[in-house]
């Protein structure tokens, strides 16, 4: 099921989360507006890749353009250390351009700013100053606006000269159309989600998201873990796991959750899991239905039982929030249990929310990217604003 548009408010209104946007910076013709937009895309010879991030913000940009303001584009690319001209923003300018139907001109630094309807301006991590939210940076690039916006939802968990430094010095500014649907719908997840609200998470380690995992623990009806991150838990409850992930902080995360019935009531594991002799597409599989792993064997997938079962749940939810793959995807014989959970975001009733690089790509791998209602560009930012962690570049924004 696919909503083109989830945010609640009503034109001119204000959001559910305080978020300052567009309308409000009222009659901006002729004015000159900063965007921050994250245009931080793979380049394949010099050229741009996959463009997804760019159309994105383009809904902001023609916004901009129809109410008469001429637009100075700011993006990072990479993580230059110093001015490394393979991380030159040039390559984007043009592409940019193409989409817009417009001459997009370029910036070379702070001091050399074209006259034009649409700027961009050189990769603003070529400025040092940028990661370290310098003031004097931030300073600079206030007096190039009349008006600032931020677009760049997925840098909105750093406080960056050119995302949160800036957005306090310029007198008039807001989140741009993307930011503003990321905010609001990954908010309303978590403030207030059709029911149940069914959280799956994976990936391969509990440690890197236990934040997240205590966050649906406490806001979810059903939390379904699967992929790496689940097998701590076995560990944890004295079953044998053979020689599965599991560390020492994914182990006591685990025991930490486990030690709290209220959450561990909410939670559900695997009960069957697909184990290999060896990392590769060649490997001898079997199903560990109940789990018991020996030595020598390592697990690599949910069972089909846990298939079936995470399924069902999934077609039964009012909003379902996916992060992680479920077994190590990228690998043919280990991605069933990734592709039923894929197949049933995309085919349930619910609202679908993913995240996260990896969950993206294998949306895309098996076709259904265009069958979730909001694919999240987010990331790390869209994983902490769950986490209810206040997030530097929205609260520049937020009254
Ligand atoms: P995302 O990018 O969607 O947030 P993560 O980066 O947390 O997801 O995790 C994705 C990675 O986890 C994938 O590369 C996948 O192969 C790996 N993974 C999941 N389950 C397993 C497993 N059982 N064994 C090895 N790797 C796994
Ligand atoms: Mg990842």
């Given at each position: 099921?696919?909503?083109?548009?989830?945010?609640?408010?009503?034109?001119?209104?204000?959001?559910?989360?305080?978020?300052?946007?567009?309308?409000?910076?009222?009659?901006?013709?002729?004015?000159?507006?900063?965007?921050?937009?994250?245009?931080?895309?793979?380049?394949?010879?010099?050229?741009v890749?996959?463009?997804?991030?760019?159309?994105?913000?383009?809904?902001?940009?023609?916004?901009?353009?129809?109410?008469?303001?001429?637009?100075?584009?700011?993006?990072?690319?990479g993580?230059?250390?110093?001015?490394?001209?393979?991380?030159?923003?040039a390559p984007?300018?043009?592409h940019?351009?193409?989409?817009?139907?417009?001459?997009?001109?370029?910036?070379?630094?702070?001091?050399?700013?074209?006259?034009?309807?649409?700027?961009?301006?050189?990769?603003?991590?070529?400025?040092p100053?940028?990661?370290?939210?310098?003031?004097?940076?931030?300073?600079?690039?206030?007096?190039?606006?009349?008006?600032?916006?931020?677009?760049?939802?997925?840098?909105?968990?750093?406080?960056?000269?050119?995302?949160?430094?800036?957005?306090?010095?310029?007198?008039?500014?807001?989140?741009?159309?993307?930011?503003?649907?990321?905010v609001?719908?990954?908010?309303?997840?978590?403030?207030?989600?059709?029911?149940?609200?069914v959280?799956?998470?994976?990936?391969?380690?509990?440690?890197?998201k236990?934040?997240?995992?205590?966050?649906?623990?406490?806001?979810?009806?059903?939390?379904?873990?699967?992929?790496g991150?689940?097998?701590?838990?076995?560990?944890?409850?004295?079953?044998?796991?053979?020689?599965?992930?599991?560390?020492?902080?994914?182990?006591?995360?685990?025991?930490?959750?486990?030690?709290n019935?209220?959450?561990?009531?909410?939670?559900?594991?695997?009960?069957d899991l697909?184990?290999?002799d060896?990392f590769?597409?060649?490997?001898?599989?079997?199903?560990?239905?109940?789990i018991?792993?020996?030595d020598?064997?390592?697990?690599?997938?949910?069972?089909?039982?846990?298939?079936?079962?995470?399924v069902?749940?999934?077609?039964?939810?009012?909003?379902v929030?996916?992060?992680?793959?479920?077994?190590?995807?990228?690998?043919?014989?280990?991605?069933?249990?990734?592709?039923?959970?894929?197949?049933a975001?995309?085919?349930t009733?619910?609202?679908?929310?993913?995240?996260?690089?990896?969950s993206?790509?294998?949306?895309?791998?098996?076709?259904?990217?265009?069958e979730?209602?909001h694919?999240?560009?987010?990331?790390?930012a869209?994983?902490?604003?769950?986490?209810?962690?206040?997030?530097?570049?929205?609260?520049?924004?937020?009254?």
């Amino acid at each position: 099921m696919r909503i083109d548009s989830p945010t609640t408010h009503h034109p001119g209104g204000p959001t559910i989360s305080g978020l300052r946007t567009l309308d409000s910076l009222g009659d901006i013709d002729g004015l000159r507006a900063l965007v921050r937009v994250d245009f931080n895309v793979p380049l394949a010879d010099g050229r741009v890749g996959d463009d997804t991030r760019i159309r994105q913000s383009i809904p902001t940009l023609e916004a901009l353009r129809e109410r008469g303001a001429r637009l100075l584009l700011v993006t990072h690319l990479g993580r230059p250390k110093g001015r490394e001209p393979e991380l030159s923003v040039a390559p984007l300018a043009e592409h940019l351009g193409e989409l817009l139907d417009e001459q997009v001109l370029l910036a070379p630094d702070l001091e050399h700013i074209p006259d034009g309807p649409v700027v961009m301006l050189e990769n603003i991590r070529y400025e040092p100053g940028e990661t370290e939210n310098d003031p004097a940076l931030a300073a600079r690039l206030a007096e190039l606006a009349d008006v600032y916006v931020n677009d760049a939802f997925g840098t909105a968990h750093r406080a960056h000269a050119s995302t949160e430094g800036v957005a306090h010095l310029v007198e008039r500014s807001a989140a741009g159309m993307l930011f503003e649907r990321e905010v609001e719908t990954l908010s309303a997840i978590v403030n207030d989600p059709q029911r149940p609200l069914v959280a799956v998470l994976g990936g391969a380690k509990a440690a890197d998201k236990i934040g997240v995992i205590n966050r649906f623990l406490e806001v979810a009806d059903l939390l379904l873990l699967g992929g790496g991150m689940s097998y701590p838990f076995f560990a944890a409850e004295g079953i044998a796991i053979g020689d599965s992930l599991c560390d020492a902080d994914g182990l006591e995360a685990a025991r930490a959750v486990l030690a709290n019935p209220a959450a561990a009531e909410r939670l559900r594991l695997p009960v069957d899991l697909v184990i290999a002799d060896r990392f590769s597409a060649d490997a001898q599989l079997r199903i560990a239905d109940p789990i018991d792993i020996d030595d020598g064997w390592e697990a690599i997938d949910i069972g089909p039982r846990t298939r079936e079962m995470y399924v069902n749940t999934i077609c039964e939810a009012g909003t379902v929030f996916w992060n992680g793959p479920v077994g190590a995807f990228e690998i043919e014989p280990f991605s069933h249990g990734t592709r039923a959970i894929a197949k049933a975001v995309a085919q349930t009733d619910a609202i679908t929310i993913t995240g996260g690089g990896d969950s993206i790509a294998a949306l895309s791998s098996f076709g259904l990217a265009d069958e979730v209602t909001h694919v999240s560009t987010g990331g790390g930012a869209a994983l902490e604003l769950i986490e209810g962690r206040p997030l530097p570049g929205v609260l520049a924004l937020t009254d």
